[in-house]
């Protein structure tokens, strides 16, 4: 629901902290080739518009959508001016289910644009399997957000995880060896679809990333006493992720 939350004046939604300000999750990767800096977004919410404009993203080579969710898809339409600036259609990788919510959803944008209008242009690349961008490998991982089957990421030696509940022993196996493993912990209230702190927690010990980031955080986790709490236990490299981090991935 994004932070703050409408209507909502407790102690993380009134804070002043700027960490506690959280737009709809998303990542964006972004690397200098050629002399040209290529982006790769992994889902468009429906903050995507102020984010992309936050983060200066002039030009965008392909769209990664984790699941067809309202958080993570509202913003589709906005990467018009994307396909206006670089003329070109707009690539995006996504799941056979996530691609056919895209249609009723979007349905306008695969029917044909009334004259003198602009509507998205895509070309759709269902994902079954890793696939090439940015030049490198994107790992699809498989995971489980309630009944909803979803794809976090893995690029080098960093993998994106958002919206799971459950994760496969054979997604498990994929996550070896990270530097950042950015993960959903959405609060300490177990939850049918999303990680728990304590569940994110315990998979971050079994999988033993240098680092983690625990992203998709509702307004019952205040950034700086989390990552405190974190720290007591013993976790200082676990933090919550907040809007603005960047790091290098080392491929
Ligand atoms: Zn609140
Ligand atoms: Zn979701
Ligand atoms: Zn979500």
New binding site residues.
Partial sequence: MG???LG???????SSDPHDKRTRPSILLSRMRDGIVHNVVVDTTPDFRFQALRAGIDRLDAVVFTHAHADHILGFDDIRPYNMRQKMAMPVYASDATIETLRRTFAYVFEPAPPGTLIPEVTLHPIHGPFELLGTTFTPIPAEHGPVQVFGFRVGHMAYLTDFGRLPDSSKALLADLDDFILDALRDEPHPMHQSVEQAVALVRELGPRRAWFTHI???LPHAATNARLAAMGLPNVQLAYDGLRFEVRL
């Fill in positions: 932070v703050p939350t909502c004046h407790c102690a993380v939604c009134s509702a307004h019952d």
